[in-house]
């Protein structure tokens, strides 16, 4: 880590200007992933892709699984009684190679569909959004902030494919049985700052943890919303895990953004019983680069991501607050069975490609149901709007596959 690098001065400035010398551990998060310019999701830094040097996604693995939640989708403007104009929200795009795999599969396959589609993407990157328009140049693409999209515009489907899990988490541990937030702050303050005009510059600053109060009442009702009672004597002293309040606040922007449609969101993480369960002590954030994951976020400050696992039972709850009906959950294989990723292993050996071209999407195919990885990770889709008898109308990726 370069200690004069300005993102490092920008959350030590942070740090030394606010009132306790301190920051939540969700304020820091966010800007060294989300800090325009350099941010890890902000700069050239953020690699994706199975040759990139940080993580690759679902769609880093080929088309099928662009095409088969494009079937997906044509199922949900059917069951909407294929109205002129169908909305596609794709929130955090990556590089765009998700969206031109549905688009070009749409158009191949569903032209009337396709006619239908206005395909928007919700990006806060500004250098993700550049590849993006690059790659989708051929298609009708809309991009905007979420807070730009009007409430009750869309009619469709706002969907979501490793998201939430990169959204800025609070960090909490439990001391003499009472909840209590873990901040950042700067563990060579007094020596490190240098008054030069009116802006300090801090001398290699080392950011550390320290134990405080809540920053927000907020974080203790998250509890009650997911129904877990973190005061039983099986929760350890220091036992410690994150809160996404930000998925909250995203999931209500979206469920009053939506008309009439459904919500998908993809991503790895667990119902509430298991992500707060006693022995999990740790919590599940991660930090990755080039390839290789660890557990310290104060390093590679701008160059590596972190997530933290995504908590279904809040999504579920809070969704249903916000007037979102739960339609169902599974899991990323089951779920991908449901809509023909059997069949598709089934026809390879039919296909023209070469042998080396047959193993690889044969191998692409089986990690995206492998329980052991990305088959493994939660789909939960939600729906606000619809009649009665839609409602009614079992979604195809939803049948549990015999």
Same mark, same amino acid.
């Given at each position: 880590?370069? &200690?004069?690098?300005? $993102?490092?001065?920008?959350?030590?400035?942070?740090?030394?200007?606010?009132?306790?010398?301190?920051?939540?551990?969700? *304020? #820091?998060?966010?800007?060294? $992933?989300?800090?325009?310019?350099?941010?890890? #999701?902000?700069?050239?830094?953020?690699?994706?892709?199975?040759?990139?040097?940080?993580?690759?996604?679902?769609?880093?693995?080929?088309?099928?699984?662009?095409?088969?939640?494009?079937?997906? %989708?044509?199922?949900?403007?059917?069951?909407?009684?294929?109205?002129? !104009? +169908?909305?596609?929200?794709?929130?955090?795009?990556?590089?765009?190679?998700?969206?031109? #795999?549905?688009?070009?599969?749409?158009?191949?396959?569903?032209?009337?569909?396709?006619?239908?589609?206005?395909?928007?993407?919700?990006?806060?990157?500004?250098?993700?959004?550049?590849?993006?328009?690059?790659?989708?140049?051929?298609?009708?693409?809309?991009?905007?902030?979420?807070?730009?999209?009007?409430?009750?515009?869309?009619?469709?489907? +706002?969907?979501?494919?490793?998201?939430?899990?990169?959204?800025?988490?609070?960090?909490?541990?439990?001391?003499?049985?009472?909840?209590?937030?873990?901040?950042?702050?700067?563990?060579?303050?007094?020596?490190?700052?240098? *008054?030069? &005009?009116?802006?300090?510059?801090?001398?290699?600053?080392?950011?550390?943890?320290?134990?405080?109060?809540?920053?927000?009442?907020?974080?203790? *009702?998250?509890?009650?919303?997911?129904?877990?009672?973190?005061?039983?004597?099986?929760?350890?002293?220091?036992?410690?895990?994150?809160?996404?309040?930000?998925?909250?606040?995203?999931?209500?922007?979206? /469920?009053?953004?939506?008309? !009439?449609?459904?919500?998908?969101?993809?991503?790895?993480?667990?119902? /509430?019983?298991?992500?707060?369960?006693?022995?999990? &002590?740790?919590?599940?954030?991660?930090? #990755?680069?080039?390839?290789?994951?660890?557990?310290?976020?104060?390093?590679?400050?701008?160059?590596?991501?972190?997530?933290?696992?995504?908590? %279904?039972?809040?999504?579920?709850?809070?969704?249903?607050?916000?007037?979102?009906?739960?339609?169902?959950?599974?899991?990323?294989?089951?779920?991908?069975?449901?809509?023909?990723?059997?069949?598709?292993?089934?026809?390879? &050996? @039919?296909?023209?490609?070469?042998?080396?071209?047959?193993?690889?999407? !044969?191998?692409?195919?089986?990690?995206?149901?492998?329980?052991?990885?990305?088959?493994?990770?939660?789909?939960?889709?939600?729906?606000?709007?619809?009649?009665?008898?839609? /409602? @009614?109308?079992?979604?195809?990726?939803?049948?549990?596959? *015999?």
């Amino acid at each position: 880590m370069d &200690s004069h690098s300005p $993102l490092c001065q920008i959350i030590a400035h942070r740090i030394i200007t606010s009132p306790q010398k301190r920051i939540t551990f969700a *304020e #820091y998060m966010d800007t060294v $992933l989300y800090y325009p310019e350099h941010g890890y #999701y902000s700069s050239d830094a953020i690699k994706i892709g199975f040759r990139g040097s940080d993580f690759f996604t679902s769609a880093s693995l080929g088309a099928d699984f662009g095409e088969l939640l494009a079937k997906q %989708f044509y199922q949900m403007w059917e069951i909407l009684d294929q109205p002129i !104009r +169908f909305d596609l929200v794709e929130m955090g795009a990556g590089q765009g190679i998700l969206a031109s #795999y549905i688009l070009n599969y749409l158009k191949q396959e569903y032209p009337d569909f396709f006619a239908a589609v206005k395909y928007i993407i919700v990006e806060k990157s500004q250098s993700l959004k550049q590849e993006q328009q690059q790659r989708l140049q051929d298609f009708a693409v809309d991009w905007c902030n979420l807070e730009e999209i009007p409430p009750h515009s869309i009619t469709g489907c +706002f969907f979501s494919n490793e998201l939430v899990d990169a959204f800025p988490v609070h960090q909490f541990t439990l001391d003499a049985g009472e909840l209590r937030e873990i901040y950042v702050t700067i563990d060579n303050q007094k020596e490190a700052i240098t *008054e030069i &005009s009116e802006i300090p510059i801090i001398r290699d600053p080392v950011f550390v943890e320290v134990i405080g109060e809540l920053s927000t009442p907020k974080l203790g *009702e998250y509890f009650k919303l997911v129904d877990i009672d973190l005061s039983q004597n099986t929760y350890e002293n220091d036992y410690r895990s994150e809160i996404n309040l930000a998925a909250l606040n995203w999931l209500g922007i979206v /469920a009053d953004c939506l008309e !009439r449609g459904y919500v998908i969101t993809i991503d790895y993480g667990y119902p /509430a019983h298991r992500y707060y369960h006693p022995r999990r &002590s740790q919590g599940t954030l991660q930090c #990755y680069y080039q390839h290789r994951h660890h557990d310290n976020p104060y390093i590679n400050i701008g160059q590596q991501d972190i997530t933290a696992h995504v908590d %279904f039972t809040a999504l579920s709850a809070w969704g249903e607050r916000c007037g979102l009906k739960k339609v169902g959950w599974t899991q990323q294989g089951l779920f991908l069975m449901a809509l023909g990723i059997g069949e598709r292993l089934a026809a390879l &050996s @039919s296909g023209k490609q070469s042998i080396s071209q047959l193993l690889q999407r !044969r191998e692409g195919l089986h990690q995206l149901i492998n329980p052991s990885g990305l088959g493994n990770f939660g789909v939960l889709v939600q729906s606000q709007g619809l009649t009665e008898q839609q /409602a @009614s109308q079992p979604l195809q990726g939803l049948v549990v596959p *015999e």
